[in-house]
């Protein structure tokens, strides 16, 4: 990386209002960062601290989505000659499970939650930390362990069940490592429900004096929502996922037909905790997002109460669509109804916080830097892979569709578009406070620029492949989807270079960043509030809440209530 | 497309070939909702590009106004979008409904998925691979299953599919309109070969496809069935004469029967085909459940040949029993109504 380093452009001062937390006193020693001590690689694999917690937690999910990251170029690679000549079509069955299991459960599903989450959760309403510090370390143990077991069955043996595991198949005909596979995703599953449980309680139990329900700032109020599915929803997965174990291993019909069980009940088990998943893995993005576009716009949240309570709302009929899985799999005729119906219902609140989102930056001062253009690619990417669920919630469209590449491109704009450019903005909003330093502006300027265009290089093509019938998970196809399958690999390699380069110039930052001080964007959360890198109890000082979590404004017109 | 060809490239549809009228359907919904989607996200885009270019930061110094709300704006986009979506639900529900009324007059084929094909069988004995033939405009209904694991019978000009289970039959039904050559994909997933399990759909002129029928005649389904029916001594039970043990089977099929846990059911496909392979599921009133199970012994596609035979069974058609081949394993080694078996 060359050294083309930049100081940000010097922003207005803080707002005049009453500050946030009271400074330190004059003449207090100030508290050594978290970062430095206690030193010494023990002290890290034994640390209690949030933020030490989140930075193990960094390093894992980041390892992961370079391993998931890999099996998508591969398949990609495959997928430019209809024939497929890269790899064999057992290969390619192995590669797209192992895609889907690693970055659905060791790298989207945890990732906001463990890492910006775990960081700056506490922060945000005034903590020293989370409610239980030794339990988050525990987390991290056991979601590693859990992520040694699958991924070690996945990669050094192979599954080829595709990462929903659906019986028959996976108990009877798979002969790959399936039950190891499974019994590390049960494992994670418990690191999940650990660190659910400790956002909720944390969240109840230790805000800050005057940090009232309505002050939270929405990243909270996401986790809270997402901490609620992850303990809901998780135990289900466990249980189905144990009954596959017990089917394959000791031959008890449950799912198979030909043992008496039936093939569907799984289906039903699965997406029950599947589907609420999705919102596992959207809702803190959505967190993010709201920080980052009122940040950026220096705006007041519109609409603060409906974006809350949007997430809650979309935490709870989460819970009411998995049944839109299963339109062609012969389910009766009135739970499709009932399920397409709800799915419709669902897309309401999700709408709500695009338009607020939108409404935010009305009149507002923006800033486009690295972080806001992840903000803003995540609305448009989000909002299409959203729009393009209306189609498949609609029964005669869906029948068409499912199960080809227009629901690859459709999840993949929500989960990729969506999710992962949430994670990186927020990554990029957040370093500065995590390691005291900024990273080069133009460098991560044009790596979200080429993410961006990378992105929709890679995944519009698959909608139009859908539409004309390509089956998902086809090692090789019929010869008239070549040029759509060759543009969507081109774009995916432009992605490619999109998500390599952070890891670069953020490295380069570690060293040779220019310090960033305590707030460099001029934010208006309780985290800016303290040193960058903070010390280990977070604020010299417990602060006091005045005001809600976005005041950014400075003047004009108050439309407020 | 021109475009393509300009530059030397294979041609590229961007659309799927409309098939069936219900294809003609599902294209109009989708439209409808790209239409109203595409409006939606152009607006918020358009807004995106108009904010982000007049309220870009110029100074430092920019002031920005407190806003928090504007309730009656927020009401409109959470009520508002109610409108457009239970136009999309009911439209599409209205166009899916016709899955479940397939015509009574329906030409009927059935086809059974295994790893890693398709096989169909004809009412009239014909059988393909990977290939299915159907006359235009006539509806046809087709009756699957799985001898594995799940597989999904795609048709992308039709824009139908439906997966098939183990274990059970599914339904769909077309009306094709347009004779052509058209892909038939698996869409379930269901193992290596899963991208092999593909194959043809062909739509042929009415009298094409009679003559196609004719030239691939084998015997009936019925008759093939009417062999397995000897073979397997399904008549050493179910028989006309003398004090039978097991219900006469002709005039079955349609029926309603009364079960001995006093229930009734209706004598379909996946009825009989439970008899066979289930027989202590639904026992029918009054017999005595001392039917054997034939699981193991039949694949699915000869479980079809017998439902075909029984579904034809009119009156008088059942044959006498034949004792020249041993009964079936399994079966009570005395005949049922030992002693009169002979007429
Ligand atoms: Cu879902
Ligand atoms: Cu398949």
Request: charged fraction near 15%; hydrophobic fraction near 45%.
């Amino acid at each position: 990386m060359s050294t083309d380093l930049e100081v940000f452009p010097p922003l207005r001062p803080a707002p005049p209002s009453e500050p946030q937390a009271a400074p330190p006193l004059p003449g207090a020693a100030v508290a050594p960062s978290y970062l430095t001590e206690p030193h010494g690689w023990a002290s890290w694999l034994f640390t209690t601290d949030h933020k030490r917690i989140a930075i193990l937690y960094m390093v894992t999910v980041t390892l992961f989505f370079f391993v998931g990251g890999a099996a998508a170029t591969v398949i990609r690679l495959n997928l430019i000659a209809p024939q497929g000549s890269l790899v064999s079509a057992e290969l390619y069955n192995k590669l797209f499970t192992a895609h889907g299991i690693v970055m659905v459960w060791f790298f989207l599903i945890p990732v906001i939650p463990t890492v910006l989450g775990n960081f700056v959760l506490p922060m945000m309403i005034g903590a020293k930390d989370l409610a239980f510090p030794r339990l988050n370390l525990l987390s991290w143990y056991v979601f590693t362990a859990g992520a040694v077991i699958t991924l070690t069955a996945v990669l050094f043996g192979g599954v080829d069940s595709g990462w929903t595991f659906y019986p028959p198949f996976s108990t009877r005909s798979s002969y790959t490592y399936v039950v190891p596979a499974a019994v590390g995703i049960i494992v994670t599953g418990f690191s999940t429900i650990m660190t659910g449980l400790n956002f909720v309680i944390t969240v109840h139990t230790l805000r800050a004096p005057g940090m009232t329900w309505g002050r939270l700032p929405i990243f909270v109020w996401s986790n809270y929502a997402t901490s609620l599915i992850m303990l809901l929803a998780t135990p289900v997965l466990a249980a189905v996922l144990a009954l596959i174990a017990v089917e394959r291993l000791a031959g008890i019909g449950i799912f198979d037909p030909s043992l008496g069980g039936d093939p569907i009940l799984f289906q039903h088990l699965f997406w029950f905790y599947s589907h609420p998943a999705v919102y596992i893995m959207i809702l803190p993005g959505m967190g993010v997002v709201t920080e980052l576009v009122t940040c950026f716009s220096r705006k007041t949240l519109f609409g603060y109460k409906f974006v809350a309570a949007a997430s809650i709302c979309i935490a709870g009929f989460g819970f009411l669509v998995w049944g839109h899985h299963m339109f062609v799999a012969g389910q009766s005729l009135l739970a499709s109804i009932a399920f397409s119906a709800l799915s419709y219902l669902v897309a309401i609140p999700s709408a709500i916080k695009v338009f607020n989102w939108t409404a935010t930056m009305f009149r507002g001062s923006i800033a486009f830097e690295a972080p806001m253009l992840y903000a803003v690619g995540f609305i448009l990417l989000f909002t299409i892979g959203g729009m393009s669920g209306l189609f498949l919630a609609a029964l005669a469209v869906d029948q068409h569709v499912h199960d080809t590449y227009f629901i690859i491109a459709h999840f993949h704009f929500i989960m990729v578009g969506g999710m992962v450019s949430a994670y990186f903005g927020g990554l990029h909003y957040w370093w500065p406070k995590m390691t005291g330093r900024l990273y080069s502006r133009p460098w991560s300027r044009l790596a979200a620029l080429l993410i961006f265009a990378g992105f929709f290089l890679t995944f519009l093509p698959q909608f139009v492949l859908g539409y004309l019938g390509m089956p998902r998970r086809y090692h090789h196809y019929p010869p008239e989807f070549q040029v759509l399958n060759v543009l969507s690999s081109a774009g995916a390699s432009i992605l490619a270079v999109g998500y390599v380069l952070p890891f670069f110039y953020l490295f380069h930052s570690l060293r040779w960043g220019k310090p960033a001080g305590p707030n460099p964007w001029q934010a208006t959360g309780l985290e800016w509030q303290t040193a960058s890198p903070p010390p280990k109890h977070n604020f010299e000082q417990t602060p006091v809440i005045t005001r809600g979590p976005y005041e950014y404004a400075t003047g004009g017109t108050d439309h407020a209530r | 497309m021109d475009l393509f060809a300009a530059i030397g490239m294979p041609e590229v549809p961007l659309f799927p070939d409309q098939a069936s009228a219900h294809a003609g359907r599902v294209d109009r919904l989708f439209f409808f909702i790209l239409a109203v989607t595409g409006g939606m996200g152009a607006s918020v885009g358009l807004l995106l590009a108009v904010f982000a270019f007049r309220y870009r930061r110029r100074t430092a110094a920019d002031r920005t106004p407190r806003i928090t709300g504007f309730p009656l704006l927020e009401w409109g986009w959470t009520l508002g979008p109610i409108l457009p979506f239970a136009v999309m639900f009911a439209w599409g529900l209205a166009v899916y409904r016709d899955n479940y009324a397939p015509p009574p007059d329906a030409y009927e084929v059935f086809v059974v998925g295994k790893q890693w094909m398709w096989k169909v069988q004809h009412p009239g004995g014909q059988r393909e691979i990977n290939e299915l033939h159907l006359p235009a405009g006539r509806p046809v209904k087709v009756t699957l299953i799985s001898e594995d694991v799940i597989h999904d019978f795609g048709t992308p000009a039709f824009r139908k599919k439906v997966d098939v289970l183990p274990g059970r039959y599914v339904t769909v039904w077309y009306e094709p309109t347009a004779p052509g050559r058209y892909r038939l994909f698996c869409n379930q997933y269901c193992g290596t070969g899963h991208a092999d399990m593909v194959g043809a759909i062909v739509v042929q002129r009415p009298d094409e496809h009679s003559k196609w029928l004719r030239d691939h005649a084998e015997g009936s389904a019925a008759l093939e069935g009417r062999k397995l029916f000897l073979k397997l001594q399904c008549v050493s039970c179910h028989r006309t004469d003398g004090d039978a043990k097991a219900p006469v089977l002709e005039g079955l099929y349609g029926r309603r029967v009364l079960l001995r846990d006093g229930s009734t059911t209706e004598a379909d496909a996946a009825y009989i085909r439970d008899s066979i392979l289930y027989p202590a599921k639904q026992v029918a009133a009054p017999w005595e459940p001392v039917m054997p199970t034939f699981q193991g012994q039949v694949s699915e596609e000869e479980v079809l040949l017998l439902v075909a035979y029984v579904r034809s069974l009119g009156r008088g058609d059942l044959p006498r029993p034949n004792n020249d081949t041993p009964p079936p394993i399994g079966a009570p080694t005395e005949l049922p109504n030992a002693g009169g078996a002979k007429k």
